[in-house]
């Protein structure tokens, strides 16, 4: 076992914990910010109900392949697959995927953290009642001009940045079990009185049939290789990240139990994120396909017409702001378990080291909505923002996802995987393996060739 590992082993000092933490990094800004406006963006109810399979056929036996792969290698994640590979002769080759989850880790802070500057800059916004009883194409117009100043966002963005270098300094332990506890059943109960509004405004009713009636004519090939990505990504699949922190797992914590728990939580909490802000998008007559802008154009709405809705609605990004906080320390487990293990730099250092980076990165985000909005990817037209966002949700995280499956359901002995999992009856073995080892890995394969032939065919 690693130095690093026997040093932390009371991380996680039983289940509870180890699953608040995990719901900590799954529930972020994918379910209150992203899943709404990419539901809106592909339509709705299909799109919803593609999400949902992908979250219970593929996400959930990669969330406890993750959860194993970290009790069983004990180490960060590139170290976790290395003994692995040792321990059972295997090829250390598929440490490569540890590799992987580090650079796509540190990819998507950069624009994680951007986007999560923007709820920080609306915590003072709305606690300062600068939208009591404004109405929808004010809301919107204040987004947008904040977005067209770069300092200011490039401001909000260091604010977020340094906030999580300094956590992620001191090392993941109580702060953030406590933070998770209070913070999660708040942002539920905000999320049911956002509800409330569109029950009495009027949106509700369109809202829950434009997000559970599919309509198959509006979901393309593209829409279901994002559904499939954002499984992963509001999970937080595919990089590692469950794994480092299932490395601090006490032996007797169930990977079944906490696996269902986590995808549950973090299932529900969307859902409800959509619901709350396709109730507002319709009762205010906005359109459901606004973008990234989504949430800060209608949230705020809602909260200023509202009773101590200055407050309550400073109240709500405040909490999105600690989701976001909880899920960018684990982006960042991987890299930063990996050099500690290395020994030569402080935690604090490493912190600091990879934090810088990632600014610098995420500098190329600030600028996309602003300074650098023409400046396009060419063939996909996408700025340094959308780049990134697909690259890492529609690549990384699924490719990375589709090799762990594949480590679990092929590479490692299938006893010691059985033994982890408390799988006892062949039957059920036989399933695990079914899933695990096959409909995961082909459907995330199926997916990507679908996707890359469309991609050939239009631009032919
Ligand atoms: N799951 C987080 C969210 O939904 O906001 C984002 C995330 C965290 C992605 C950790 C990837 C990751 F490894």
Same mark, same amino acid.
């Given at each position: 076992m690693s130095e690093q590992v026997a040093e932390r /082993?009371?991380? $996680? =000092?039983?289940s509870f914990i180890f699953v608040l933490a995990a719901a900590g990094s799954a529930v972020g800004l994918g379910n209150i910010w992203k899943f709404p406006y990419i539901a809106g963006e592909n339509g709705g109810g299909a799109f919803v109900l593609v999400y949902l399979i992908c979250i219970a056929v593929i996400g959930i036996p990669v969330m406890a392949s993750e959860i194993m792969l970290g009790k069983l290698g004990r180490a960060s994640p590139i170290q976790a697959l290395l003994n692995l590979a040792r321990t059972h002769k295997r /090829?250390?080759? $598929? =440490?490569c995927v540890g590799y992987m989850g580090v650079l796509t880790g540190f990819l998507i802070l950069s624009f994680y953290a951007v986007v999560a500057g923007w709820v920080c800059y609306y915590i003072l916004r709305l606690f300062s009642g600068e939208?009591?009883?404004?109405d929808a194409s004010t809301v919107g117009e204040a987004f947008g001009d904040f977005l067209a100043d770069p300092l200011q966002v490039l401001l909000w963005f260091s604010v977020f940045m340094v906030v999580t270098i300094f956590f992620v300094a001191r090392g993941v332990t109580r702060g953030l079990e406590l933070c998770v506890r209070y913070s999660m059943p708040a942002v539920f109960v905000l999320l049911l009185i956002l509800i409330g509004y569109g029950i009495h405004a009027g949106g509700f009713v369109e809202s829950m049939a434009f997000l559970f009636t599919p309509d198959f004519s509006a979901l393309t090939p593209q829409a279901i290789l994002i559904a499939l990505g954002h499984a992963f990504f509001t999970l937080s699949l595919g990089m590692g990240a469950i794994m480092a922190y299932g490395a601090y797992v006490p032996d007797e914590v169930s990977v079944g139990t906490t696996t269902f728990t986590i995808a549950i939580l973090d299932t529900v909490l969307a859902l409800l994120a959509g619901v709350a802000i396709f109730a507002i998008v319709f009762a205010n007559g906005l359109a459901p396909d606004a973008g990234p802008g989504l949430l800060f154009e209608t949230v705020p709405v809602a909260f200023g017409n509202l009773p101590g809705g200055a407050f309550f609605g400073g109240l709500f990004f405040l909490l999105v702001a600690l989701a976001a906080l909880t899920s960018a320390i684990s982006i960042s487990e991987p890299a930063i378990a990996y050099f500690s293990e290395r020994g030569k730099l402080s935690r604090a250092q490493i912190a600091v080291v990879i934090g810088g980076a990632c600014w610098v990165l995420g500098v190329g985000s600030v600028l996309?909505?602003?300074?650098?909005?023409?400046v396009k990817l060419p063939f996909?037209?996408?700025t340094f923002f959308d780049s990134l966002d697909k690259i890492t949700q529609l690549i990384l995280l699924p490719l990375g996802g589709l090799l762990i499956a594949v480590i679990v359901g092929h590479v490692l002995p299938k006893h010691v995987v059985y033994e982890q999992l408390g799988l006892e009856q062949t039957q059920i073995q036989q399933v695990w393996t079914y899933i695990v080892g096959y409909v995961t890995p082909t459907a995330v394969f199926c997916v990507f060739i679908i996707e890359a032939i469309r991609e050939i065919l239009t631009h032919m």
């Open positions: /082993s009371d991380m $996680w =000092s039983n /090829s250390t080759g $598929w =440490s939208f009591s009883g404004a996309s909505f602003n300074a650098w909005a023409d996909f037209d996408w």
